[in-house]
Structure formats: structure tokens, C-alpha cells
């Protein structure tokens, strides 16, 4: 059974009104690097582009926007020292932020951020590992 496993993430796929707005916010916000564009070719669904991101595969198509907001969200991993330096970008493209949850110490600091087709990302200090060992810790360790 081991044969059809799922390998790891292949890529994102965010629909967007706009794809000059998005590369914007992909690169300024998140440190993306273009790696593709389609210009008036459409080999998919309709113009596109691809990023690389942290190694992700991040791919942007024109489209409608998502009709609201929700806590569905993509999360980043980013260094601590850098929560600074990523506020300052995100306020830089005027992107609104959304309010982290309650948090107990030790799970990592986040920022939260909608683009302007209402995705919702995290740019998260923390580690899966790092949160399960402090979620074991119980609420009052």
C-alpha cells in the first residue's frame, strides 16, 4: 500500500482578480521568486503565473475572487527575528491584517493577512514539533 501514498506537497494554487496585485503581494509579502508566466498562453484553466516561495510551488490564476473571508488559511514558516521585517511588508502593500487567535506561550507568534481576492495567510514562527510539546504541557504548565 506503501505505492499510493501521497509523496509530499506538489503546489498552491490561489485564484486572483488581478495577477499583477498578486505577484506584488507574493513577492513583497512573502519573498517569492517568479518563475513563470504565461502571458497570453493559457495552458490551464487561464493566465498564469508560478512562484517559487520557501521552496513551494505557489501558482496564481486569473480569476474570480473568493466571494468572503474565512480562517482557511496557507501558513509560512518564518524566523522569529523576522516578524519586524515581514509587519513592516505587509503594512508597506496596505494589506489588512486579521487579528491572531489566543495563543498560550510557547506555540510560536503569528501574523495574519488577506490579500486583496480574500485569502488568508500565516507567517508562523513556530514548529509542529515545538507546539505539540507545549500543548502537552497542558494549559497552566
Known sequence: MSEGRVEGLSHITLITRDL???TAIVEGALGGREIYASGHDTFSLSREKFFDVGGLWIAVMEGESLPGRSYNHIAFKIPASAIGEYRARI???GLEFRESRPRVEGEGHSL???DDDNHLFELHT???DERLARYRQGRNP
Open 20 to 22: 499583477d496585485r498578486m
Open 91 to 93: 503594512e508597506a502593500l
Open 112 to 114: 495574519y493577512f488577506y
Open 126 to 128: 513556530g514548529t509542529l
